[in-house]
Every structure is written in C-alpha cells, then in structure tokens.
C-alpha cells in the first residue's frame, strides 16, 4: 500500500510564498513520476506539476512561479510556490502511480492540501 501525506499549505497574500512537501511512504519511488494538481473551489481538478526521473513538466499557468524537486531521500517531493495570486487558491493534491498531466491516470492521491492566497 502506498501513502501520499501533503503538507504546507495555508493562508498567504497575494504575491506570497508557500512551500508544500508530499511525502511518500509504503514503496519505493525514487524517480518515479510524482505529480501535483489542484482543485479550485468549484472546478475540476487540473494538473500544475509532474517530476519524471528525466525532468519536470509545468501547467502554463504556474510556469516560472512553481518549482518542483524531490528531496535528498527523494521520498519527499516539493512544490515551491512564489508570487502567488488569488486564481492560485485551491486544494493542492500530490498523486503517484501513473504519467502525464491527467488526473484519471494516476492510482495514489494524498488528501490535500488548502492553499488559500488574498488579495
């Protein structure tokens, strides 16, 4: 069994930083596909960020603004956020087991995490 744990999020202004972490436990993942997505308050949930063991993949919205890592014991996978907006707040999800930017694709999700930006 797979676990994913995100963490970090919260309440930040507009033009703010946050930092999540999704950490993996249960299997070994190093460089397999990690992904982040999120769930804006009444939409669907959309792709932000894949790290693949060759690179990482960026939505256009959040390109130059999000960066995606792994940590050294590459069990953690980071999501650094700056210069955030309003149109960012969302329930951000961390999902492995699967490829690509589409949410079906993926078997293991963590249970999410509220990013909330003000303006």
């Known amino acids: 069994q797979v676990q994913l744990a995100e963490s970090g999020g919260g309440l930040v202004q507009a033009g703010g930083s946050l930092r999540l972490s999704c950490a993996v436990s249960g299997r070994t993942f190093m460089d397999a596909n990690i992904a982040w997505f999120r769930q804006p308050p009444g939409k669907e949930r959309e792709f932000v960020s894949v790290?693949?063991?060759?690179?990482?993949r960026y939505a256009d919205s959040v390109k130059g603004r999000f960066t995606i890592s792994r940590g050294n014991a590459k069990n953690t996978v980071y999501l650094q956020m700056i210069s955030l907006k309003p149109e960012d707040t969302a329930v951000y999800y961390c999902a492995a087991g699967g490829s690509g930017a589409t949410p079906s694709n993926y078997v293991y999700w963590g249970q999410g995490t509220q990013v909330s930006v003000s303006s």
């Open positions: 790290i693949t063991w060759n690179g990482a």
